[in-house]
């Protein structure tokens, strides 16, 4: 913690939890044993985040992809969100977290609509960290939908298709009203971004560990960190510019 330098941190984190059912598996045990673990890691990691002072932290969940696992897998799965959620809230609201889910959520159960429902409304007031479950999520399932919404709007003769711009494609998004992520994190020794955030993460610093996710803990986030800290962001420009301009702040 010392070593973090609070001016330089990222304001939004979004990480892509994987590894659960490896994790298991290595140690015998069936693929739901390692989400039900996975469980621990969330908590930590949003109690380090909160405790570190990010403001904005994106989890993938669910992809809409997850929908075609085992049938036995995805009804665990289900169950183990809603019951996590019950348990969960509580205390994320009495440490102020406001909590957001984004996603197909028609695709939900109605329990797990009903649960998420609940927590968004209990924690809405809140304005600590702010948690955002991405869940039936995928990044082309959100672009066709911000796509359709514009397509809406000109047929509706609200926009003229050669004033659509960057902002009313972001506006137009399940993340609208967040900052784009500024550090990925993929835990599990994966290389890729699996369909998560494909337009909001175009400048983001991405970080790839061999740390399965439910190992991974607060001392592995602030791995993350730091290792951000040490890049230097120049979104086009040349460093000499960067500096310059770091300078003159």
């Not at 955030?197 to 996710?213: C, G, N, P």
Request: proline share 3%; glycine share 6%.
């Amino acid at each position: 913690m010392e070593n973090l330098d609070s001016k330089r941190l990222p304001k939004h984190i979004a990480i892509i939890m994987d590894g659960n059912g490896r994790w298991a598996q290595e140690k015998g045990q069936d693929r739901l044993y390692g989400h039900f673990h996975g469980v621990e890691s969330v908590r930590n990691i949003v109690e380090a985040a909160a405790e570190i002072g990010i403001k904005y932290l994106t989890l993938y969940a669910f992809s809409t992809e997850n929908w075609d696992r085992p049938a036995a897998e995805v009804a665990g799965l289900m169950s183990l969100f809603v019951d996590t959620i019950s348990k969960e809230v509580p205390s994320l609201h009495k440490n102020n977290i406001k909590l957001h889910f984004i996603g197909n959520l028609a695709l939900l159960p109605e329990d797990a609509k009903k649960a998420l429902e609940k927590a968004t409304e209990t924690t809405a007031g809140n304005t600590g960290l702010e948690l955002i479950i991405a869940l039936s999520y995928s990044s082309r399932w959100e672009l066709i939908e911000a796509i359709q919404k514009l397509a809406q709007q000109v047929k509706e003769g609200l926009l003229l298709p050669e004033d659509i711009k960057e902002a009313n494609l972001s506006a137009a998004l399940a993340t609208s009203g967040f900052p784009d992520p500024e550090l990925m994190i993929r835990t599990s020794g994966e290389y890729r971004i699996s369909n998560f955030l494909l337009y909001q993460l175009a400048y983001a610093e991405l970080y790839f560990t061999e740390t399965r996710w439910p190992d991974f803990r607060k001392k592995d986030l602030i791995e993350a960190i730091l290792d951000f800290q040490s890049r230097e962001r120049r979104f086009g420009k040349t460093g000499q510019q960067v500096q310059t301009n770091d300078e003159n702040k």
